[in-house]
């Protein structure tokens, strides 16, 4: 083979494969380090879990636009800066996310964000289920779900 020919092929290639960008992959794909920030949180699912319902069939494409990778055997897909994932199982779209600062103000922060981004987008009855507590780590974990049923 030519040289010019090896060159098309590998140009070729480039081309194909900047088609394909998605999520990265790996069987140890964790959490971030960083502290999630309610408001990128508020985002992330709303845009995920919220725009994507009734059925999250979007909901990996949507993915793709933040920095993610998804654990190749748990499907679970983690924020590779912050300690947030997502995890779309059973018609469910569901985060956790962690922090270290007050949890009430914590909360707050995310629902006043999620609301805010759902009411610019039209979107006012959407059900989220929000928990959360304490974990041996010394952070507050939280948990925001949307249900297919919607």
């Not at 300690?83 to 059973?90: E, F, H, R, T």
């Not at 006012?124 to 948990?143: I, R, W």
């Amino acid at each position: 083979m030519h040289a010019n020919s090896l060159n098309m092929i590998a140009a070729a290639s480039l081309v194909f494969l900047s088609g394909c960008a998605g999520t990265a992959e790996s069987p140890n794909a964790g959490p971030g380090a960083q502290d999630a920030d309610s408001a990128v949180a508020a985002r992330i699912f709303y845009d995920v879990c919220v725009e994507t319902l009734p059925t999250h069939d979007g909901a990996a494409a949507a993915l793709a636009n933040y920095p993610f990778t998804r654990h190749s055997t748990f499907g679970t897909y983690y924020h590779n800066v912050q300690n947030l994932s997502v995890k779309i199982v059973g018609g469910q779209c569901s985060m956790v996310f962690a922090t270290s600062s007050n949890p009430t103000q914590f909360i707050v922060a995310f629902g006043r964000s999620l609301d805010a981004i759902a009411q610019a987008n039209g979107k006012t009855n959407v059900d989220v289920s929000l928990g959360g507590g304490p974990q041996p780590d010394g952070k507050f974990y939280a948990n925001a779900r949307t249900a297919a049923t919607q």
